[in-house]
């Protein structure tokens, strides 16, 4: 994504202060790319520079109120806060009885939390998280359309060599255009 009137790439240093345009299908597709960030010695993600321009754009300037969650305890999930409540609603409006809600209502517990970004774009993130899916040093954020998925670099360095692509793969991708 780049910044239209300047032709900049979102977070460039040089574009800080000036208001993102973007398209309403960019808009629409929500949080993409993939870059490396660190959580700091106290535990604390900095939202890359390109995310953080998309949130200001998308949910408005100066936005800062997220939900960390985790499905499994391996990755963690940060959505928008106003994200997190829509996909509750979708999850509130499941059976209570349904095995697969109670499961995952467990996991949002146990390694969720509101979280809020300070000025400068940091955020903490669970303490149980951090420790399970092993977030500290170097870490990978993927946005993956209405949220995005912050993963050890280390462990996705592993599960790709563990998982390499094999011709069964490629035949399989290639059934859906990939």
């Known amino acids: ?19 993102l345009i973007l398209s309403q299908e960019e808009l629409e597709a929500g949080f993409v790319g993939n870059p490396t960030a660190k959580i700091d010695e106290r535990g604390r993600l900095k939202l890359p520079a390109e995310f953080r321009g998309f949130t200001d754009s998308k949910y408005g300037k100066g936005y800062k109120s ?23 609603q979708k999850v509130h409006a499941m059976p209570r009885s349904n095995q697969a809600r109670v499961k995952l209502l467990a996991n949002y ?15 903490q993130l ?12 170097e870490v990978k954020v993927s946005g993956e359309g209405n949220l995005l ?12 060599q563990a998982n390499e692509l094999n011709a069964t793969d490629f035949d399989e991708l290639s059934k859906y255009g990939l």
Do not use: C
């Not at 997220?66 to 391996?74: H, Q």
């Not at 998925?149 to 790709?160: F, G, V």
């Open 109 to 123: 517990t146990l390694y969720g939390d509101k979280v809020e970004m300070d000025p400068q774009g940091r955020m």
């Open 66 to 88: 997220f939900y960390i969650a985790s499905t499994d305890g391996n990755t963690g999930e940060l959505y928008p806060f106003a994200e997190w409540l829509s996909h509750m």
């Open 126 to 137: 669970p303490e149980l998280l951090r420790q399970k899916a092993e977030l500290s040093g």
């Open 1 to 19: 994504m780049t910044d239209q009137n300047t032709n900049r790439p979102i977070g460039d240093p040089e574009s800080e202060g000036t208001p």
């Open 149 to 160: 998925r912050i993963t050890s670099l280390k462990r996705l360095h592993e599960s790709a």
